[in-house]
């Protein structure tokens, strides 16, 4: 029996694996686990399983960087690629060369996963939506210049709102080269300060030709704008990252020009109907002066006015009569109130008792109301009743 190294059998059992016709690109159904991130040599490793068994997957970074959405722990994918076994470990290990989320595609991962991310960062918010102008002067369009939708959109403003003018900026809006031609677009109408309003959009097509308008960069540039915008992406049933961003998105090109500006026939409507209104106004409102008029008219002080003068005069004379009967009578309260006063302050004035032989002695001024004030040669004055007289003290 011969004697083998282990990197003998190693090397035999992958050559074993990678010529067996049966496990060379085949697609295998399972579910990721096991995935941290990127390796750093942008290789993919993780492990497929399902509800019985599992296998160690690596995905090359030459394959992985086609890849439009992140691998996710718990994703159910759909897988491609070959059998083969690392001599190194002796683990076989299944080599993806395509891979996409099961049920979904690859498009449409990755449209979830960057709604997702955008979300988080609040670039979908309500409030940061702005309003549309009413009365817009100057309506930029971002879109293909050529095909029917700049043509249907031109025309729909034209006969809703003659008096706006269209900016349009001709655009790819599929390809390669469409996300970076539409966000520079916008950029630019938007610095320029040049319109009121922006439409951006297409015409309908598949998601892929639809994908421009679901880049990051463009996305993050609706949100960036001063300006208002309207996305209008394909159709009803279609839906971009741009609708989400936008201040308001609608269902095609043609709603996004009716929504941007009044309806002229719309506004004339509205005027009749003002027109009525005030005409209606205005008559109600004659009526009533007429009749505030022919009351005046019928009033006594224009069918009589010497009546009103005398009315007037009687009412003067009978205010004057009721000041003079005040007057009168508070001069009188005030009088008695006078007199009754004087005699209480009669009563206490010094000088009665005076006349009654008393006297006041002062001394520089003072009162003297001791003896012990006073000394030998002191001058005094004696206050009597009908004058002063002035003492020495002895």
Sequence with gaps: MPVITVTALN???RSVLEEDENL?????????SNYRSRHSSGHYYFTLKDENSSISAVMFAGNAVRLRFEPENGMKVMARG??????KTGQYQFYITQMFPE???DVNAAFQQLKNKLASEGIFDEKHKKPLPVYPKKIGVITSGTGAVIADICKTLEKRYPVGEVVVAPVLVQGVNAPSALTSALKKMDNMNCVDVIIIGRGGGSSEDLGAFNDENLVRAVYDCNTPIVSAVGH???VSLCDYAADVSVATPLAAAAIVCPDQREMENTL???RRK????LRTKLMYEKR??????NSKILRDPKEMVNFKRSYLEKLTKSLYSSYKENISENSRRFISAAAKLDMLSPLKVLSRGYSITTKDGKAVVSKEELQSGNTVDIMLSDGIVKATVN
């Design 11 to 13: 090397t035999y059992v």
């Design 292 to 297: 505030g008029l022919e009351s005046l008219a």
């Design 236 to 238: 009803q049933t279609d």
């Design 278 to 281: 005030m005409a209606e106004l």
């Design 103 to 105: 049920g979904e595609g």
């Design 82 to 87: 070959s059998v083969s076994l690392y001599p």
């Design 24 to 32: 060379k690109d085949i697609f295998i159904r399972g579910e990721i």
């Design 272 to 274: 009749l109907v003002y």
